[in-house]
Nanobody, 123 residues
Framework: QVQVVESGGGLVEAGGSLRLSCAAS????????VAWFRQVPGSEREFVAA????????NYADSAKGRFTISRDNGKNTLSLQMNRLAPEDTAVYYC????????????????WGQGTQVTVSS
């Protein structure tokens, strides 16, 4: 069993930066692919970025490429998302997802989810 808790969301002006963090409990954190998703009201949960168990492989949504960086620290059971050059369309609730045996852009294979952290980007 893994529990994940996100932090770091907030209000930022367009062009600014935020760093999201995800703290995971459980000794099996390093056994899973972990990812970030985001969701706006009325829309489906959208893939943002994923990172493999070792951290050696990363995958980004087109909207995140070149602006966002995903990283993990297996020794500390943490996942991070550095978001730069934020735009109003990045406004969403961001979720940390864990528990996937392999990385995927689909949310269905991730077993553990946090409660989400709100990111609001003003224009």
């Amino acid at each position: 069993q893994v529990q994940v808790v996100e932090s770091g969301g907030g209000l930022v002006e367009a062009g600014g930066s935020l760093r999201l963090s995800c703290a995971a409990s459980g000794r099996s954190f390093s056994s899973y692919c972990v990812a970030w998703f985001r969701q706006v009201p009325g829309s489906e949960r959208e893939f943002v970025a994923a990172i493999s168990r070792s951290g050696g492989s990363k995958n980004y949504a087109d909207s995140a490429k070149g602006r966002f960086t995903i990283s993990r620290d297996n020794g500390k059971n943490t996942l991070s998302l550095q978001m730069n050059r934020l735009a109003p369309e990045d406004t969403a609730v961001y979720y940390c997802a864990a528990g996937a045996a392999y990385c995927s852009t689909g949310p269905g294979i991730y077993s553990y989810w946090g409660q989400g952290t709100q990111v609001t980007v003003s224009s």
